[in-house]
C-alpha cells in the first residue's frame, strides 16, 4: 500500500520544527489507517537507515579516501563528456579563500595537493564571480595566467571553466577543461551538456563537503573527549606532556605536536622532542622571545603559518639539531585558570594540505583542556617538591622527629628516630630499615617508644594544641637478633628472613608491669610465631640487648593554615653519654668520621696506636703587633672568624682538627682512622685552599683599611702515636712524634724564608706528581742530626704557571744545583739572574748572600750544604 504526499517525512518534520509546529506529525498519525500507519513507518524506517549509513560513512577511517575516488571519478567522467585533454575539478576552501584540487603527478601518478589564492588566474575569476570562461585562445586573454591555469610543460590552446554550485547558491567548485580534442574549440552545446549534470555534481560535491566536514568534526570531537579524560587523569607533568602532545597530534591530523613548557626563571621554552629517526627523545630550550613559538609567547597571539620557511619569524635550528623539515605549523598560546601564559603547543605538518581556521578553534578548546591539566600536573610536582623538601629536612635533623595523626598514630619517623630506637641504620642493603618504617609507620607512637607521659602530653597537644616540654626523660627498649639457624624455617615470622649471611635485628619493648619482659614490636607474638627460639610469647631480659637512653622530650601540636591542629610531632633529643661524646668529637672532625669512630668503640680513641699520618701547623704571622690596638673581645671575635674558616678548610678534606694552640692550629691526616685518599694530597690541598680562604677573608679588611693578616703553614709526614692522652679528670685527643715537631718547626721557619706554606720531603714524596714545588734548601732542625730537604707549596698541577714564573724558577733550581756543587760563582750568576726577576724573593737573598760568603770563605771539604737551623 502506498502513502499518499509521504514526501522526506524527516526533512518535513525538521522544516516545522524550526517553525515551531512540532505537533503536526501527531495530528497526521491521529487519523491514519493501520495500512497507512505502516506504510509511514516504512518511510521513515527507510529514512533512518539512510542516516545510519550516512553515520557509518562519517565514522569509517577509509572516508578521505573514498571521497577522493568519488572526485577523480568525477573529473574522469566530465573530460570524456565534454573531450577534453586535460579536466582539473578545484574545490573552494572558503577558510583559506582558495581553491586546491588533486593532480596526479609523477611515473606513479601519485595525487599531489594543488592550492591557488581564490583571486588569481581564471580559475579564481570563475569561482569569485560565478560567470562560465569559453576561451578559444587562452595565451590572449588578460585573465590567463600560466602558472595557475596551465599544467607544468603543457601548452594551452582553448579552454572551457565553469562553476558548481550547491542546493543554497554557493560555488563549491570550478571546473576546468583543457583543449577540446581535435583542436577545435569548446561551443555552446558544450556548455549545456556541462550544465545538464552541474547541478547534481553541485550537490554530490556539496554532500562531500558536508561529510568530510562532519568525519571531521566527529573525530575531532572524539579525540578531544579522549584528551580531556586522559588529561584530567594524569597528575605526572612529564606523562601530561606526553598526552598532551600525541593527542594534539593524533586530534589534528598532523605529523609533529609540541608542548613548550614556559620556565619564568630561566625566560626560555623547554620540551621533549624525538629525533628525525624517532629512536630518542631529546629535551630542547629555546628563549621565550625566538623563532615562532617565541613570538607566541611573547605576545600571546596565534601564528598559522602555511610556509615556515618563507617566514621570517621561523627559527630552523631545532630542524637542523633534529634532521627534521618543517612545512607548516599552527602555533597557539596555553593559559592556566588565571589567564597567565603557561605554554605553547605548535603543530607541524598537517598531513593534508594546511591548517584552516576550523583547526584553530578545535586547537583553541583542546588548549584550554591543556591548559587546565598542565596546572594540576604543575600544582601536584609541587607537591611532591614540596614534599620531598619536607622529608629531607626531617631526614637531616639530627634528633629523633615522629609525626602523627590525630589519634596518636606514626605517619612520618626519621632515621634519627630509628637509630635511637636500635634499628642498625648503617646495613648495607637497608633490610633492616624498611622492616622498622613498615612495623612502626601505623602505630599508636606510645606503644613503640615507652616514655613515661608520652600518650597523656601527646592526646593533650592534639586535643588542645597545648605545647610540652619534659627534660631527661628515661627511655629503654631492647634489640632482639634473629639467630642465623632459625632463618627461613617454615614457621619464622617473614621479618625473621633472609636471603644472606647478616642478622635482622628487631625491636623488643620491656612490659610495663615487668621491665625484664619484652615483646616483640610490643605485639602478642602468640598470635605471629610459634618458632622453637621463642618458648613463649615474651623475650626475656637476657635474650635482647638492652638500649638505653636519656631525652629531652617535646610534644607539638601540628596545624594547618588556618590554626586547627591536624596532628602531633614527637621530639626526642638524645642527651646520653653517646650523644654528648658525638657532640664533643664533631668539634674536631667531620660527623662522618665522628660516627665511624663511635662505631669502633671507645677503645679506637683510648688505646694508642702507631699510625702513618701528615699534620699540618697553620699559624697567624705577626699577631701580636696585629692585636695590640684591639680589645679582649674585638680579638676574640678576629679569631673566631678567622678560625671558623679555617677549620672548614681542615674538614672539607677530611681532617681532624687536633688542637688550637693561641692563634695557631693543627690538623692531623689520617688519624684517628686512615684515609682512603693520600693523607699527604690531602694536606695539601687543605692548605692551599686555607691560602685561598685567607684571600677572601682579607678582601673585607682592605676595604675596610684594616690589618690584613698573613699565615704560615708547615707540613710534614711520618708515624706518630695517636690516642687519648692526660689525665682521667682531663683527656684529648692528640698525635705525638717527630712528623708532628717537624711539622711545628717548618711552620716556624716559614718566616725566615718568607713563604706561606712550606712542606718538608717526607710530604712532597707522597704527592709529587701532583703539585708545583721548589725546593727551599735542606735544613738540620734544632735537637736534630738527620738532614731534611724542604720545599716551597707552589699551586696544585692543574693551576698553570706563567712565563715568567717558569723562567724564574729555572733558575732558581740552577743557583741551588750549582751552589750544592760548591760552584758558588756559576751559582750567583743564577741567583742574580733571577733576583732580576723577582727582586723580593727572599730565598734568592738568603742563597746569594751564602754563595758569596762562600766565595770569600770556601767551607770545608765536609760541607754537604746543609744550613743548621740554629733556634726553633
Sequence with gaps: MTLSNAGSVLATLTQLTQLNRTSVLTHRVKDLSLPEFICLLDFITAEFQQFLRALEMINHEALETMLEQVMEAFTLKIGQLLQAERTTIFLVDGDKDQLWAKIPSGEDNAAKEVRIPLTVGLAGHVATTGESLNITEAYNHPLFNPEVDESPGYHTDSLLCMPIVSSNKKIVAVVQLLNKAGGVPFDEEDEQRFRDFAASIGIILETCQSFYMAARNQRGAAALLKATQYLGQSLDLEATLRLVMDQARELMQADRSTLFMLSKDTGELW???????????????????????????????????????????????????????????????????????????????????????????????????????????????????????????????????????????????????????????????????????????????????????????????????????????????????????????????????????????????????????????????????????????????????????????????????????????????????????????YRYMTPEVADEVLALGEDALMQGSKKDVTILFSDIRGYTTLTENLGASEVVSLLNKYFETMVESVFEHKGTLDKFIGDALMAVFGAPLALKENHGWMAVQSALDMRWRLAKFNEPRMKNRQPLIHIGIGISSGEVVSGNIGSHKRMDYTV????????????????????????????????????????????????????????????????????????????????????????????????????????????????????????????????????????K
Design 736 to 871: 705525638i712524634g717527630d712528623g708532628v715537631n717537624l711539622s711545628a718547626r717548618l711552620e716556624s721557619i716559614t718566616k725566615e724564608y718568607g713563604c706561606d706554606i712550606i712542606i718538608s720531603e717526607y710530604t712532597y714524596n707522597l704527592c709529587r706528581h701532583n703539585i708545583w714545588v721548589r725546593e727551599l734548601d735542606k735544613i738540620r732542625v734544632k735537637g736534630k742530626n738527620q738532614a731534611v730537604s724542604i720545599y716551597h707549596l707552589l699551586q696544585d698541577i692543574d693551576t698553570p704557571l706563567n712565563d715568567k714564573t717558569h723562567k724564574f724558577l729555572d733558575l732558581y733550581a740552577k743557583g741551588r744545583k750549582t751552589y750544592m756543587n760548591r760552584d758558588f760563582p756559576k751559582a750567583i750568576v743564577y741567583f742574580e739572574q733571577a733576583y732580576q726577576l723577582e727582586p723580593n724573593d727572599k730565598p734568592v737573598l738568603i742563597h746569594l748572600e751564602r754563595a758569596k760568603h762562600y766565595q770569600d770563605n770556601p767551607p770545608p771539604d765536609y760541607w754537604d750544604g746543609v744550613h743548621t737551623m740554629t733556634r
Design 271 to 585: 620540551s621533549k622532542v624525538a629525533t628525525a629517526d624517532g629512536n630518542k627523545m631529546m629535551e630542547i630550550r629555546i628563549p621565550a622571545n625566538r623563532g615562532i613559538a617565541g613570538y607566541v609567547a611573547s605576545t600571546g597571539q596565534l601564528l598559522n603559518i602555511a610556509d615556515a620557511y618563507k617566514d621570517p619569524r621561523f627559527d630552523p635550528t631545532t630542524d637542523r639539531k633534529t634532521g627534521y623539515v618543517t612545512r607548516n605549523l599552527l602555533c597557539m598560546p596555553v593559559f592556566n585558570s588565571v589567564g597567565d601564559l603557561i605554554g605553547v603547543t605548535q603543530l607541524i605538518n598537517k598531513h593534508q594540505g594546511s591548517f584552516s581556521t576550523s583547526d584553530e578553534e578545535f586547537m583553541r578548546a583542546f588548549n584550554i583542556q591543556a591548559g587546565i591539566a598542565l596546572e594540576n600536573a604543575k600544582l601536584f610536582e609541587n607537591v611532591l617538591i614540596e614534599k620531598q623538601y619536607q622529608k629531607d629536612i626531617l631526614q637531616s635533623l639530627s634528633d629523633a622527629v615522629i609525626s602523627t595523626d590525630m589519634q596518636g598514630r606514626i605517619v612520618t619517623i626519621n632515621d634519627a628516630a630509628l637509630g635511637l630506637l636500635g634499628c642498625p641504620l648503617q646495613q648495607v642493603d637497608n633490610r633492616n630499615r624498611h622492616l622498622w618504617e613498615e612495623k612502626l609507620t601505623g602505630r599508636y607512637v606510645w606503644e613503640v617508644v615507652p616514655i613515661e607521659y608520652l600518650q597523656v602530653r601527646l592526646q593533650d597537644s592534639l586535643t588542645t594544641g597545648a605545647k610540652h616540654y619534659l627534660p631527661e626523660q628515661n627511655l629503654t627498649v631492647g634489640l632482639f637478633q634473629c639467630p642465623l639457624e632459625e632463618i627461613e624455617k617454615p614457621n619464622t615470622p617473614p621479618y625473621c628472613q633472609s636471603n644472606d649471611d647478616t642478622h635482622l635485628y628487631l625491636l623488643a619493648i620491656p612490659k610495663s608491669d615487668n621491665p625484664r619482659i619484652y615483646s616483640l614490636w610490643n605485639e602478642d607474638l602468640s598470635l605471629v610465631s610459634t618458632s622453637s627460639y621463642l618458648s613463649s610469647s615474651y623475650l626475656s631480659k637476657e635474650q635482647v640487648q638492652p638500649i638505653e637512653r636519656s631525652i629531652n622530650l617535646t610534644v607539638n601540636p601540628l596545624t594547618n593554615p588556618q590554626g586547627t591542629v591536624r596532628g602531633g610531632l614527637v621530639v626526642l633529643e638524645d642527651i646520653s653519654r653517646e650523644k654528648r661524646l658525638k657532640t664533643t668529637m
